[in-house]
């Protein structure tokens, strides 16, 4: 094969893997954001005009997330917010009503000492979404009966539901954004390390 050719061939090659990668970048950056987002992905998508706007703003979220100094909690953090939110659902039995206001307070005060924003329900849902997007549903319900308690369309069995919704989110947020523990061992041998 001459010179010529093999020049011919390799700059096909070359100009077909770039047609290829352009062709199978929006596939990719989909899959990226379906497995980044899941559920959320669809709802964006859903009510959005065209899924390439639905994916630039999820591309958006992502953006505006990493601008974030988003804080993991120690061992003493999560055990203090686990005592408050065992408090908040012994609460429920006397007074329901209080015991929403305070679970809705008590995931605010998390998601504000891992340093997400909390100013607007909205922004957070956004926010949210990037890390959280698996408990963000249960976030949305858990609002949706809180403002309707707050004029009091919610029944007691609503209440119920709604603290069950929060206890997911509160979960999530707790476990994913806490500091690894040490296990005894490696505890022991830093002692003896020292």
Do not use: C
């Not at 804080?71 to 929403?100: C, G, N």
């Not at 679970?103 to 504000?112: I, P, Q």
């Not at 004029?151 to 500091?179: C, K, P």
Request: hydrophobic share 35%; no cysteine.
């Amino acid at each position: 094969m001459s010179t010529g050719a093999i020049i011919g061939v390799v700059v096909a090659v070359v100009a077909a893997l770039v047609i290829l990668a352009i062709v199978l970048r929006p596939a990719m950056q989909r899959k990226k954001l379906r497995d980044r987002f899941g559920p959320e992905y669809d709802r964006v998508v859903e009510r959005s005009d065209n899924r390439s706007a639905a994916e630039k703003e999820l591309a958006e979220r992502e953006h505006r997330h990493s601008e974030f100094d988003l804080k993991p909690l120690s061992p003493t953090a999560q055990d203090s917010y686990r005592r408050h939110w065992a408090t908040v659902q012994a609460k429920f039995v006397d007074s329901p009503e209080s015991a929403i206001s305070d679970a809705d307070r008590l995931v605010t005060d998390l998601m504000a000492e891992r340093g997400y924003p909390t100013e607007g329900y909205e922004a957070q849902l956004s926010v949210l979404s990037v890390e959280h997007a698996r408990t963000l549903e249960h976030y949305r319900k858990a609002h949706d009966i809180s403002e309707r308690q707050e004029i009091g369309e919610a029944s007691t069995e609503d209440l119920r539901t709604a603290m069950v919704h929060y206890r997911e989110l509160f979960t999530d947020l707790l476990e994913r954004g806490a500091a690894p523990r040490k296990d005894s061992e490696a505890v022991r041998k830093e002692k003896t390390d020292v």
